[in-house]
């Protein structure tokens, strides 16, 4: 049986995602989550000094999204034919340039910069939030399943729950203008698999 091992930080963060393809597809990995301290030591072995990595039967693949692409190709969450899995690539792409321009408000948030807090959610955070969350709304119309893309779950919809999720949490307000996404929310998180995942993931702030 192929062994998959993630290793990231006690964090849900950019491990998050490899986490649950791999829950969602029932399979059994190993959570290697390192402790802050222990980084140092491994940060000059690893493929380009960061987390989260894959191991494969002990071969190694780095960068969050390349992992979450190969994990979904290999578990069939990565759409149907090669023009919705470059759809479902787009809205991953279009993810990460939206947790970048958003960086700055998390960082202040999460203790890891100095700054005024609530002037970097208000200008930069909402802004960007109310943006993105209108593209994928347009994906999530189009597609007309509850799904982003196609009539089936992609790993895009794990990865957007997750953070529909967090601000349900942490900034309920901002979904009252987006109310299908708690709908893809609540869709997501029904599934057996992730729900159990849910319930027994180590608990972490972010
Ligand atoms: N583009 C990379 C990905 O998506 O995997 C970014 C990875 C990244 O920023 N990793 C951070 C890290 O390893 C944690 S989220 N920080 C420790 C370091 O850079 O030494």
Redesign the pocket.
Same mark, same amino acid.
């Given at each position: 049986m192929v062994h998959y091992k993630v290793s990231? $930080?006690p964090i849900r #963060? %950019? #491990?998050e995602i490899a986490r649950q393809i791999l829950a969602y597809a029932g399979q059994d990995f190993e959570d290697n989550r390192i402790p802050k301290e222990e980084?140092p030591a491994i &940060?000059p072995s690893t493929p $380009?000094?960061?987390?989260?990595l894959l191991e494969v039967d002990g071969k190694v693949l %780095?960068?969050?999204?390349a992992?979450a692409r190969y994990l979904a190709r290999q578990f069939g969450i990565n759409g149907k034919c090669a023009w919705e899995e470059a759809q479902v690539n787009s809205i991953a792409d279009q993810y &990460?340039d939206y947790l970048n321009e958003v960086r700055p408000f998390f960082m202040v948030k999460m203790g890891f910069a100095e700054g005024d807090a609530d002037a970097l959610a208000r200008d930069v955070f909402a802004p960007a939030f109310k943006k993105h969350y209108g593209f994928f709304a347009n994906f999530l119309k189009s597609a007309g399943s509850g799904y982003l893309v196609g009539d089936s779950l992609t790993f895009v919809d794990l990865l957007i729950a997750q953070h529909t999720a967090d601000l349900l949490t942490n900034s309920p307000a901002l979904l009252e203008e987006f109310p299908q996404f708690k709908a893809h929310q609540e869709k997501v998180h029904s599934n057996a698999n992730i729900k159990k995942w849910l319930e027994t993931r180590p608990e972490t702030p972010y």
């Open positions: 990231y $930080f #963060g %950019a #491990g980084w &940060k $380009f000094g960061q987390l989260p %780095a960068q969050s999204h992992i &990460k």
